[in-house]
């Protein structure tokens, strides 16, 4: 796996830092810390960044000279910045584009929407977040065996665990319960990557699986399952 690509976090919420330091790193960032404008400059002198995230649950007052501030400074002025802010306010996300930031991002966050905005910005190659995800999944067509274990999942697919990978352009037919579900969701899938046994040693030998065909209300279970995976055990607290 690639390095993890530095993000400036502006936040001076201790809550805040916590919350999307955490939530960063999970999401294969390294975040860095600062309560104040300020602090991230001087911080810039010595680290460079992919990404600078600013947390604006303050008064417009201090949200207009804090992305100044950012944006003008030499080592900060190209890097992209994103801003979090509680108002779903269009006034208040024009004048934040407007004055340079490259996405607004409205609490509480969607890590779905969170992973492809950052990703887009940083240029981060995969599109969809995968969680890491023991699942059995059941195969129609009882090849390369009736059933197989899922090691992660994703919005976009699978990846099954077997030393005899099928052919990449294949097309399955599978089914598989989520944690905390009841209902089976069945859909159709192909082979995307084929990696056997001994082939990476750093590799689990298995096959990567893309949705072709799956319902939306399908996908939205697995968009909340992976949201809950990921995000279930944080609590963000902006005015602590």
């Known amino acids: 796996m690639s390095w993890k690509k530095n993000v400036l976090i502006v936040c001076q919420s201790a809550a805040g830092q916590l919350y999307l330091g955490v ?23 010595t680290t460079r960044f ?24 030499p080592a900060l002025k190209d890097v992209p910045l994103a801003v979090f802010i509680t108002s779903g306010d269009a006034r208040v996300s024009e004048m934040l584009l407007a004055r340079g930031c490259a996405a607004v991002l409205t609490k509480p ?3 779905a929407i969170v992973y492809g905005v950052l990703g887009r910005l940083s240029g981060q190659p995969r599109s969809t977040f995968r969680v890491p995800l023991k699942l059995r999944v ?17 919005e976009g697919g699978l990846y ?21 579900d009841s209902a089976a969701i069945a859909c159709t899938v192909e082979v995307v990557r084929a990696l056997p046994l001994g082939t990476r040693l750093e590799a689990e030998p298995g096959m990567g699986l893309r ?8 996908l939205g279970r697995i968009r909340n399952c992976i949201q809950w995976e990921m995000m279930g055990d944080l609590e963000w607290r902006p005015n602590i």
């Open 160 to 180: 099954l665990r077997t030393i005899e990978p099928l052919p990449g352009g294949t097309v399955l037919h599978v089914k598989f319960t989520l944690p905390h």
């Open 50 to 73: 992919s990404l600078v995230l600013y947390d604006a649950d303050v008064s417009e007052l201090e949200m207009r000279p804090a992305i100044d501030l950012l944006k003008k400074d």
């Open 23 to 45: 939530l960063l790193n999970r999401i294969w960032y390294s975040p860095v810390l600062a309560k104040t404008p300020a602090e991230g400059i001087q911080l810039a002198q």
């Open 109 to 111: 966050l969607d890590l």
């Open 138 to 154: 059941e195969i129609e067509e009882g090849a390369p065996e009736k059933a197989l274990t899922s090691v992660n999942i994703s």
């Open 211 to 218: 949705f072709i065909s799956i319902s939306d209300d399908n």
